[in-house]
């Protein structure tokens, strides 16, 4: 079997984190990171890990497999693993051609939405790039970049309509503190996965207002119902919503210290503007932009969506927050 080789896109915390699952895996292979900040670059080629990220990580590729150029980086590999925040990607994608990317499995680790588009990574990839369905791959479950830095036992779900590409890349990441299932829902666990951050928001927000534990666990049920019924009407099949990759990841994002949507919501609900939360966090919230996406996504398909609206008109209509949770109050159960 040939050695498997493959491209992280992306120098953020959860690229970071993949990396090091990638590394520990024991799986032979080959692993190339392409980052933009030149700057980074020289620092992990010098120290071994990344500076702005799970510095605590340590770095385990060769030196000549990192690199700011992309197209030498995608030349060579199987799998391309994008994981920059959405609203990054068409940027960060610049200059590449579909031909640089044919018979490469493209892999989404990007739980967000393209603005504009309005389009999931993998509806976006296969419009944009001509990617084959089949050759997509969606990586989705609970797991915050920082327990991964800590090795806490987490699990992720892979997911491709060819069910051969989730269990040989799952095969990648295994490691003795992550565990992997697969799936063929792409599109159930990539939409759940943008879900799910709206949802953190909306818990942030009530935490920032003063709302209590108990009015959370109705806020989280409520939410996993909306989650329910919008991927149902998008991709009407067979799925457990009570699965990790969609309720595992909604619980642990509206709750954990380390969800940067929560904290961006909480901020919120304090009091902060948007552009002021986001300066303070220097880190992206992809529950913002996916509102807006989700939003316009949402004329289409007409799912009644009482805490996505919420958000939606406290974070781009700038009603206030304490008078949208008191209404959304009167339409949870």
């Known amino acids: 079997m040939m050695r498997p080789k493959v491209a992280m896109i992306g120098g953020g915390s959860w690229a970071t984190a993949v990396i090091k699952m990638l590394s520990d895996n024991l799986t032979e ?8 900040d030149t700057e980074v670059i020289d620092h992990l080629k010098k120290y071994k890990h990344n500076p702005k990220y799970l510095s605590s990580v340590e770095i385990r590729i060769p030196e000549s497999h990192i690199s700011d150029q992309l197209p030498a980086i995608l030349e060579p590999v199987d799998y391309v693993i994008l994981n920059v925040p959405a609203a990054f990607l068409k940027e960060s994608l610049r200059g590449v051609t579909p031909e640089m990317l044919a018979g490469k499995k493209i892999v989404s680790a990007i739980k967000g939405i393209v603005p504009d588009e309005n389009q999931i990574i993998g509806e976006f990839m296969q419009e944009k790039y001509g990617i084959p369905k089949e050759d997509l791959i969606v990586i989705s479950g609970p797991c915050h970049a920082e327990e991964v830095a800590l ?6 779900t892979i997911s491709s309509v060819t069910l051969d590409y989730a269990v040989a890349f799952s095969k990648l990441l295994n490691t003795r503190y992550i565990k992997t299932n697969v799936s063929d829902d792409i599109y159930g666990t990539e939409y759940a996965a943008v879900l799910k951050n709206i949802y953190a928001v909306a818990s942030g927000i009530c935490h920032g207002l003063g709302y209590g534990d108990n009015f959370q666990a109705v806020l989280i049920s409520n939410a ?5 019924d919008f991927v149902d009407a998008v991709h009407p099949i067979d799925r457990d919503i009570k699965e990790s990759a969609y309720l595992g990841d ?3 994002t509206a709750y954990s210290q380390f969800s940067r949507n929560r904290t961006f919501g909480n901020m919120i609900g304090k009091g902060y503007t948007v552009k002021s939360a986001q300066l303070e966090m220097n880190m992206i919230a992809e529950g913002y932009y996916a509102t807006a996406c989700m939003h316009v996504i949402n004329k289409k398909y007409k799912v009644d969506m009482p805490i996505s609206r919420a958000v939606y008109a406290i974070l781009y209509e700038k009603n206030s927050p304490q008078i949208e949770m008191r209404l959304l ?4 159960i």
């Open 224 to 228: 996993v119902r909306e989650m329910k």
């Open 329 to 332: 109050t009167e339409k949870l």
């Open 151 to 156: 090795e806490k036992l987490s699990y992720l």
């Open 250 to 252: 909604l619980l642990v």
């Open 29 to 36: 292979k080959d692993i190339y990171w392409w980052l933009r």
